[in-house]
């Protein structure tokens, strides 16, 4: 898995919004920045952090208008105090050589800090020098929360995941739109407690529990919901993905609620045998355990005559799996469903027919 990202979170405690409108405020051009989007102000974004940090009464690190071109960047606590609000007006700019970025795999990061609020302005990945690079990774977190935010990169463009999610709880998503060439969401090992609502995916992967199981001895994904979303043109819909090998992992508690597809090829997946480099014997024993997913009110169209794959492990079986007044066409008729090692129930219209 690649984890270089636009923006990285390694949190100890939280994101939080707050209110600091009477707080101390470090504009960083006071530190040297330039709105030039030529001059590096990679030192005065630092020297503004620095003291922000080093405040022990909540204060504004405050980006006016203009462009600001910056190299990688490391914001790091703890802090003296939990609530710093970085306000961007402006845009911050990524050099267009990748190299400049500089050792470190992401370009903006922050590492143990808690209270921080982001709020407003532009990042500006340059387009295809950082084109595999994933858009915002949350890791390690507890308490975050991602509001109105917008990622766009091209359909074709590989690796560019817009949200990655993994060894984190409480993380809440909502009033966002991802248009992508990867997983508009991805739901890594170690996510509990998650919830997405009024999330719009296109183009991209869709939302992806998943890929979970590539190593034997990795947390599992529990206590997620996914709410009110709409896919266009995407690869996949809801998909839950593990690799065909050998895990002790598990997804568990999903509940997919309210979604419309739009000419989406693979609308509700569950991949219990992934293994693009086609090694993983289908005599593995144990694999990423599935069970207690519910499908509620997902509708809409499939650009694919099979809109419900259910392809389970023999040895491993989907259990407890829920379809509630799923209503999918393909090509203006009822669509059709694949079932493989899946047990569970239907409730109300289901189409296409459940082989549960």
Avoid at 95 to 102: H, L
Avoid at 264 to 275: A, G, K, M, S, T
Wanted: charged fraction near 15%.
């Amino acid at each position: 898995m690649n984890n270089s990202a636009l923006l990285s979170l390694l949190c100890l405690v939280a994101l939080l919004h707050q209110s600091l409108a009477a707080s101390p405020q470090f504009n960083v051009i006071q530190f040297g920045a330039k709105p030039d989007g030529r001059t590096d102000s990679t030192s005065a974004f630092l020297a503004a952090w620095k003291q922000a940090c080093s405040s022990t009464r909540g204060v504004t690190l405050y980006v006016p208008k203009g462009r600001f071109l910056t190299r990688s960047m490391l914001f790091k606590g703890p802090c003296r105090n939990s609530a710093i609000f970085i306000r961007i007006d402006g845009t911050l700019v990524a050099p267009s050589d990748i190299w400049a970025i500089g050792n470190n795999p992401n370009w903006i990061e922050f590492q143990y800090v808690n209270g921080v609020t982001i709020s407003g302005g532009v990042l500006d990945g340059k387009g295809a020098p950082l084109c595999q690079m994933f858009h915002v990774v949350i890791n390690f977190c507890q308490n975050v929360k991602l509001q109105g935010v917008r990622i766009s990169a091209p359909g074709n463009s590989p690796n560019t995941d817009g949200i990655h999610i993994q060894m984190s709880t409480g993380v809440t998503v909502v009033n966002t739109k991802v248009a992508t060439g990867d997983d508009c969401v991805s739901i890594g090992p170690g996510a509990a407690n998650l919830r997405i609502e009024n999330f719009a995916c296109g183009p991209g992967h869709g939302i992806s529990i998943g890929s979970l199981g590539k190593n034997v001895n990795e947390p599992g994904v529990q206590n997620v919901t996914v709410k009110s979303t709409t896919f266009t043109g995407t690869t996949n819909g809801l998909r839950i993905k593990s690799w065909g090998k050998p895990s002790n992992g598990f997804a568990r508690n999903i509940l997919f609620q309210h979604a419309t597809m739009n000419n989406v090829q693979n609308p509700i997946f569950i991949d219990q045998r992934y293994c693009p480099d086609r090694n993983c014997p289908d005599t593995v024993k144990k694999r990423v355990r599935v069970s207690d997913v519910t499908y509620q009110d997902i509708h809409g169209t499939s650009a694919t005559e099979v809109a419900v794959n259910f392809d389970c492990s023999k040895r491993n079986p989907c259990k407890g799996i829920r379809l509630d007044n799923v209503r999918l066409t393909y090509n203006k008729k009822p669509a059709v469903a694949s079932c493989a090692n899946a047990d569970g129930t239907t409730i109300g219209l289901v189409q296409p027919g459940s082989c549960l």
